[in-house]
């Protein structure tokens, strides 16, 4: 049984993998509370308690996320985010040419991957107007939960600010205009694919692998697939890719990746 952690900036996710491949032991923790309640700090870096996650008798461990350097865990090993979510993304499509298109908390990442090797790719942590903060953000002013403002893609609103602070006065001026909820959270999530659409270009393929919280709504998928013209592939639990790929570096030392 191997272990991985996938230290996010908004939640943490745990995930094991048994002998046969088989996913075990799925867990989604908010990331304030993860440290509060399953870390303490040891000299400089804070040991994670493997047995309250239930970690305890793993083989190996692997880490993942912002917090993947200044986490200390007993055999843990520290494995590079665009290796992690394309393995993970391997595992749960069993797909080997695609493009990786993964949106955190605090950045999106795209991948180009050939024959089940990275080729090339592109992270974007720069801007938070393309990542799950802002989505976050704009459903609160639109008043609607996250879930429902990604199943919104009709018929959108234009927005045209390209700053994640200027996008929210541009919105509340719109509903002020008298513009409907729907119609601003379609604009919304074509927003964020209009700035995601270059690094996806730039990384072509026909098929792109969506992973991340955001791939569970039904905008975003079905958006690319429209606009791009390309197939949108879902994994199963698509937050836990990079959890999962984890588990399969330090169970297989990323062998068939170049990164």
């Given at each position: 049984m191997?272990?991985?952690?996938?230290?996010?900036s908004?939640?943490?996710?745990?995930?094991l993998l048994?002998?046969?491949?088989?996913?075990?032991n799925?867990?989604?923790?908010d990331t304030?509370?993860?440290?509060?309640?399953?870390?303490?700090?040891?000299d400089?870096?804070?040991?994670?308690d493997a047995?309250a996650?239930g970690?305890?008798?793993?083989a190996?461990?692997g880490c993942?996320?912002?917090?993947r350097?200044?986490?200390?865990?007993a055999?843990g090993?520290?494995?590079?985010?665009?290796?992690?979510h394309?393995?993970g993304a391997?595992h749960?499509?069993?797909?080997?040419?695609?493009?990786?298109?993964?949106?955190?908390g605090?950045?999106?990442?795209?991948?180009?991957?050939?024959e089940?090797?990275?080729l090339?790719?592109?992270t974007?942590?720069?801007?938070?107007?393309?990542t799950g903060?802002?989505l976050?953000?704009m459903?609160?002013?639109?008043?609607l939960?996250l879930?429902?403002?990604?199943?919104?893609r009709r018929?959108?609103?234009?927005?045209?600010s390209?700053?994640?602070?200027?996008a929210?006065?541009?919105?509340?001026g719109a509903l002020?205009?008298?513009?409907?909820?729907?119609a601003?959270?379609?604009g919304v999530?074509?927003a964020?694919?209009r700035?995601?659409?270059?690094?996806?270009?730039r990384?072509?393929?026909?098929?792109?692998?969506?992973t991340?919280?955001?791939?569970?709504g039904?905008?975003l998928?079905?958006i690319m697939?429209?606009?791009?013209?390309?197939?949108?592939?879902?994994?199963e639990?698509?937050?836990?890719?990079?959890?999962?790929?984890?588990?399969?570096a330090?169970?297989?030392?990323?062998?068939?990746?170049d990164?």
């Amino acid at each position: 049984m191997v272990g991985g952690i996938d230290l996010g900036s908004r939640f943490v996710k745990v995930a094991l993998l048994d002998e046969a491949g088989g996913v075990r032991n799925l867990r989604h923790i908010d990331t304030a509370v993860f440290y509060r309640s399953f870390g303490r700090r040891i000299d400089a870096r804070l040991e994670i308690d493997a047995a309250a996650l239930g970690l305890a008798g793993v083989a190996r461990l692997g880490c993942t996320g912002y917090g993947r350097k200044g986490v200390a865990t007993a055999g843990g090993r520290a494995i590079p985010e665009i290796r992690a979510h394309v393995l993970g993304a391997l595992h749960g499509t069993a797909l080997s040419d695609f493009t990786l298109l993964d949106i955190g908390g605090q950045d999106s990442k795209v991948a180009l991957v050939r024959e089940g090797r990275i080729l090339d790719f592109e992270t974007n942590d720069r801007c938070a107007a393309s990542t799950g903060r802002y989505l976050e953000h704009m459903a609160a002013v639109l008043g609607l939960d996250l879930d429902e403002l990604a199943g919104y893609r009709r018929d959108p609103a234009e927005l045209s600010s390209t700053c994640a602070i200027f996008a929210e006065t541009e919105v509340v001026g719109a509903l002020a205009a008298g513009v409907p909820v729907p119609a601003l959270a379609a604009g919304v999530n074509m927003a964020i694919f209009r700035r995601l659409k270059p690094m996806l270009a730039r990384l072509s393929s026909p098929v792109v692998v969506f992973t991340g919280g955001l791939a569970r709504g039904e905008a975003l998928p079905r958006i690319m697939a429209a606009e791009l013209g390309v197939e949108v592939r879902v994994p199963e639990n698509p937050s836990f890719a990079g959890a999962i790929g984890c588990c399969l570096a330090v169970r297989e030392n990323g062998k068939g990746l170049d990164q």
